[in-house]
C-alpha cells in the first residue's frame, strides 16, 4: 500500500512537471517585470552603476526620455509648452504605466535613430514606419502602435477606385516615397514632389488631380470643411506598421520587453484606440489590433513574438542587380579621379534596371515606330490631297488642318482617349496611340508638302495621264522627291517629339527615368543621361534622314 | 448635363491658360532671340568661334523640348540662390527655357541667313526675318503646351482637367474639339498675320526694286 501510495504520488508529479508551462498573462509579466527592476533600482548604488540596465535607470531617475516629433499634424505638435497629438498621448500613457515622468526630447526623421543611439532619448514614439532597413538599427516594440498606409486622394467626382482606375493617369508623389515603385507599377505617370506639403494646395489648385501620401499626413487635411468636400481618399495601399523602438544592446532590452508588454496591453484594453479617437486619427488598424489582441492565443507573455499575432516588417529591400559591386566601384573611381559626384541607380537595382532597359527599347521602338508611321501618312494624305475628287481632297485638306491646329499634347491625349476607348489600358496601346498620333501630326504636313509639290508639277508641266502626259504614279513619285526637305524636316520632328509620349503613359526612356528617380537618388545623372541619349538618337536620325533626302534628290534629278 | 458637358468657368480658364502659353512663347522667343543673334555673328565669324557655334546650334536642333525640360526640372536645385538671391526658375520659366533651345538655334539659323541677305545688299530680303519670327512664335505657343507635364496651368492643362472629370469619351471629345477650334483660329490668326507680312514686305521689295 504504502508502495502504491509512492507511485501514485510520482505519477501525479510526473504530470505535473511534463505539463507545459502556464502562460502568464501580460498583465502579470509586465507587473513582475517592472517590480524587479524597481528592487534593483532600490538596491544602494545601483543606479550609479556603468551601464545600467535602462528600465532600471527609468525608476532611478523617475523619468523616461521619448523622442517625439513637434510638427506632424495630429500625431506629435507644440504651441508654446503644450504638446498635442497621437505620438505624445502613446509616450505619456508609457510613462503613466511605468509611474515614471515623460521627459520629451525633439526629434524628427532624420534624426531619431541617431538620438536613440547616442543614448539622448529612451524610446523612440515619432512616426516612424518599421521597415527590414531599420531593423538593423533599433530594436521595434512589438505589437505596432499604429499603421500608416498610402492614399491616393483626388475629387470627389473623379471615379477611381482601385488600381485598374489609375492606368495612364498623372499622380502627384513625393520623391523617394517607398509606395512610388508600386504606383509605378500600375502603369499610372508620376509627377514628383520634393515635400508633402505641396500636395494639398497642388490638389486644391488643380495642377494634380490625383496624390499619393500616408494616410497619416492627409488625415489633418481631411479635417478642413471644404477640403473633405472637394476630395476623398480613393484607396489605400501599401501599409507599414508604425514602431516605438529602442536601443538595440543589452541594456535596453528589459525596457524593450516592458514596452512590448504595454503595447500588447494598451492594444487589448483599447488604450491605444481611445488615444486615436481623441486625436482624430484612422482607428481602423487600431480596432483591427483590438481584436486580435483579445484572442487567447496572442493575449499572452508570449504574444509579442507569436507570428501569428504580430505583423511582419515592411521589406524595403530592393534586389541588387548582378553587377551593383562594380557600378559602385565606378561611381567612386569617378569621384575620386574627377571630384565628380556620379550616381547610377538605374544599374543598382533590378527594379530601376528592368525598368531602365525597357525604357531604352521602347523609345527606339517608339522613334521607328513615328518614323515609318510618319512616313506612311505622309504619302497617303499627300495622295489623297492630290486627288482630283472634291470627297477625297477636302476631308484629307480638314484632317490636316485641325492637326495643325491641335497642340502636340492635346493630340496625342485625344489618341490615348480613343484608344483606351477601344482596348484595355496597356504600355503596348500607349506606344501604340503615341506613334499614331505623332505620324498623323507629322505625316500630316509632309503630305500637305507632297500635295504642293503635286500642284506645282501639275501646273508646270499641265500634263496628266490620260491626256499623254505623264501616269499620275510617276508625278506623284517626283512630287514626293521635289518635297524630300519637308519630309525629312518632320520626320526629325517625329524623332524628337518621341519623349512627350511619356505623357500618356508610354513607358519609353524619360517616363522609365522619372519612375527609378521617384524611389532612388541621382536625379542630376540620371536626367543628364537621358538628354544624352535623346540627342544621340536625333543626331542619328538626322543622319539617316541626311542619306534619305539625298537619295531622294538624286532620284529627282535623275527623273 | 444635357447641355454644356463642361462647367461654366472652363472657357475663362482656358483663355487665362492661352495667355499662359503666349507668356512662355515670348520668353522663349526673347532668349531665343538674344542667344540665337550671338549664335548667328559667331557662325558667319567662321574660324574656331563659328564652327563652335555651328556645333552648338546643331546640338540645340537636336535636342527635344520636352527631355530639356524634364532635365531643367531635376537639374536646377529648388533652392538655388546666386549672390544670396534665389534663381530657382518657376514653371513657367522651366518650359520657356525648354523651348530656347529650338528658338535660338532657329533664330540662328534665320538670322544668318538675313545677316547674308544684308550684306549682299538686300534689306528687304533679310526683313524676311521677321515673318520667320512670327511663324516660330506660333510654334512656340504650341509647344508651350509641354508644361501640361510639369503642373503648369496654361491652356492644354485647363482642357485636361476639364477632360478627367467626365465620364464619356464624346464628352471629352467635346472639351478637346473646344481646345482645337481655340488653340488652331489663334494660330490660323497668327499664320494670317504672317501671310499679311510677307505681302506688305513683298510690295516694299516691289516699291523698292521699281524705284529710280
Known amino acids: 500500500m504504502n508502495r502504491a501510495w509512492r507511485i501514485l504520488l510520482f505519477v501525479v508529479m510526473a504530470a505535473f512537471v ?94 531619431r535613430i541617431p538620438l536613440l543611439a ?91 488631380t490625383l496624390a499619393a501620401q500616408d494616410d497619416s499626413f492627409f488625415d489633418y487635411y481631411f479635417i478642413e470643411p471644404d477640403f473633405a468636400a472637394r476630395f476623398e481618399k480613393k484607396f489605400g495601399f501599401a501599409q507599414v506598421p508604425w514602431g516605438m523602438a529602442v536601443a538595440r544592446t543589452a541594456s535596453a532590452e528589459r525596457l524593450a520587453r516592458a514596452l512590448d508588454l504595454m503595447s500588447q496591453i494598451f492594444h487589448r484594453d483599447g488604450v491605444f484606440l481611445e488615444i486615436a479617437r481623441t486625436n482624430r486619427v484612422s482607428t481602423g488598424f487600431l480596432e483591427r489590433q483590438q481584436a486580435t489582441w483579445k484572442r487567447p492565443e496572442c493575449n499572452t507573455d508570449a504574444g509579442s513574438s507569436n507570428p501569428a499575432c504580430v505583423l511582419p516588417a515592411l521589406n524595403a529591400d530592393l534586389e541588387p542587380t548582378p553587377f551593383v559591386g562594380r557600378v559602385v566601384a565606378f561611381e567612386k573611381w569617378v569621384k575620386a ?51 482630283r475628287s472634291i470627297l477625297l481632297r477636302w476631308p484629307a485638306r480638314a484632317i490636316t488642318i485641325t492637326l495643325q491646329s491641335s497642340p502636340v499634347v492635346l493630340t496625342l491625349v485625344i489618341a490615348a482617349a480613343v484608344a483606351h476607348a477601344l482596348f484595355p489600358y496597356s504600355s503596348a496601346v500607349a506606344i501604340g496611340a503615341a506613334i499614331m498620333a505623332l505620324g498623323l501630326m507629322n505625316g500630316s504636313n509632309a503630305g500637305q508638302a507632297i500635295a504642293e509639290a503635286m500642284h506645282t508639277l501639275r501646273t508646270e508641266r499641265g500634263s496628266a495621264q490620260g491626256r499623254g502626259g505623264i501616269p499620275t504614279r510617276e508625278l506623284f513619285g517626283r512630287a514626293v522627291s521635289r518635297s ?25 526612356l524619360l517616363s522609365a527615368l522619372t519612375d527609378i528617380t521617384s524611389f532612388a537618388s541621382g536625379r542630376a545623372t540620371t536626367y543628364s543621361l537621358l538628354l544624352v541619349f535623346y540627342v544621340v538618337v536625333v543626331v542619328i536620325v538626322v543622319w539617316l534622314c541626311g542619306k534619305l533626302q539625298s537619295w531622294l534628290e538624286r532620284r529627282r534629278v535623275t527623273a | 448635363m444635357m447641355g454644356k458637358p463642361f462647367s461654366a468657368e472652363f472657357v475663362p480658364e482656358l483663355l487665362a491658360g492661352m495667355v499662359v502659353n503666349f507668356q512662355i512663347a515670348a520668353i522663349a522667343l526673347v532668349v531665343g ?174 516699291r523698292g526694286s521699281s524705284a529710280p
Not at chain 2, 134 to 162: K, Y
Request: proline content about 5%; glycine content about 10%.
Open chain 1, 337 to 387: 579621379s574627377t571630384g565628380i559626384d556620379l550616381s547610377l541607380p538605374m544599374l543598382k537595382t533590378m527594379p530601376a534596371w528592368m525598368l531602365f532597359k525597357d525604357g531604352i527599347v521602347n523609345s527606339l521602338i517608339l522613334v521607328v515606330g513615328a518614323l515609318a508611321a510618319t512616313l506612311l501618312f505622309a504619302l497617303v494624305l499627300g495622295a489623297v490631297q492630290s486627288s
Open chain 1, 18 to 111: 511534463v505539463q507545459p508551462a502556464v502562460a502568464q498573462t501580460p498583465d502579470a509579466a509586465l507587473a513582475k517585470l517592472m517590480e524587479d527592476a524597481r528592487a534593483e533600482a532600490a538596491v544602494p548604488g545601483a543606479c550609479a552603476a556603468a551601464n545600467v540596465d535602462r528600465l532600471v535607470r527609468a525608476f532611478c531617475e523617475n523619468r523616461i526620455r521619448p523622442g517625439i516629433r513637434e510638427y506632424y499634424p495630429l500625431f506629435g505638435t507644440r504651441e508654446g509648452d503644450v504638446r498635442s497629438g497621437y505620438d505624445i498621448d502613446v509616450a505619456r500613457a508609457l510613462a503613466k504605466r511605468l509611474g515614471v515622468e515623460p521627459a520629451f526630447i525633439r526629434v524628427n526623421a532624420a534624426s
Open chain 1, 118 to 208: 547616442e543614448d539622448r532619448i529612451d524610446v523612440i514614439v515619432a512616426t516612424m514606419g518599421h521597415n527590414t532597413q531599420r531593423d538593423g538599427q533599433v530594436r521595434f516594440i512589438r505589437p505596432h502602435y499604429y499603421q500608416s498606409e498610402s492614399t491616393i486622394v483626388g475629387p470627389r467626382a473623379l471615379s477611381v477606385k482601385d488600381w485598374p482606375d489609375i492606368a495612364g493617369r498623372t499622380i502627384c508623389v513625393t520623391i523617394g516615397n517607398g509606395s512610388n515603385a508600386q504606383i509605378v507599377s500600375y502603369n499610372a505617370r508620376l509627377m514628383l514632389f520634393d515635400e508633402a506639403g505641396v500636395l494639398p494646395g497642388q490638389l486644391k489648385d488643380e495642377t494634380c
Open chain 1, 484 to 508: 524630300a526637305t519637308q519630309i525629312v524636316s518632320f520626320l526629325i520632328n517625329a524623332a524628337k517629339g518621341t519623349p512627350i509620349a511619356s505623357f500618356i503613359g508610354a513607358p519609353e
Open chain 2, 33 to 206: 532671340l538674344a542667344l540665337g543673334a550671338l549664335l548667328a555673328l559667331a557662325r558667319l565669324g567662321g574660324g574656331v568661334l563659328g564652327a563652335t557655334a555651328t556645333s552648338l546650334i546643331g546640338l540645340m536642333r537636336a535636342a527635344p523640348t520636352f527631355v530639356v525640360m524634364f532635365f531643367l526640372l531635376n537639374i536646377i536645385p529648388r533652392d538655388a540662390t546666386l549672390f544670396g538671391i534665389g534663381v530657382a526658375p518657376s514653371g513657367i520659366m522651366i518650359v520657356a527655357l525648354s523651348l530656347v533651345p529650338y528658338s535660338a538655334s532657329y533664330v540662328a539659323d534665320n538670322g544668318a541667313e538675313a545677316l547674308k541677305q544684308l550684306r549682299a545688299g538686300s534689306p528687304l530680303g533679310a526683313l524676311q526675318f521677321l515673318p520667320n519670327i512670327t511663324r516660330a512664335f506660333f510654334v512656340l505657343v504650341m509647344s508651350s503646351s509641354a508644361g501640361a507635364a510639369i503642373g503648369v496651368t496654361e491652356g492644354i492643362a485647363v482642357i485636361l482637367r476639364e477632360a478627367v472629370l467626365l465620364p464619356s469619351l464624346g464628352g471629352k471629345l467635346v472639351v478637346f474639339a473646344i481646345g482645337i477650334i481655340f488653340f488652331g483660329v489663334t494660330l490660323q490668326a497668327g499664320f494670317a498675320l504672317m501671310r499679311l507680312l510677307q505681302r506688305h514686305l513683298g510690295r516694299l521689295a516691289t
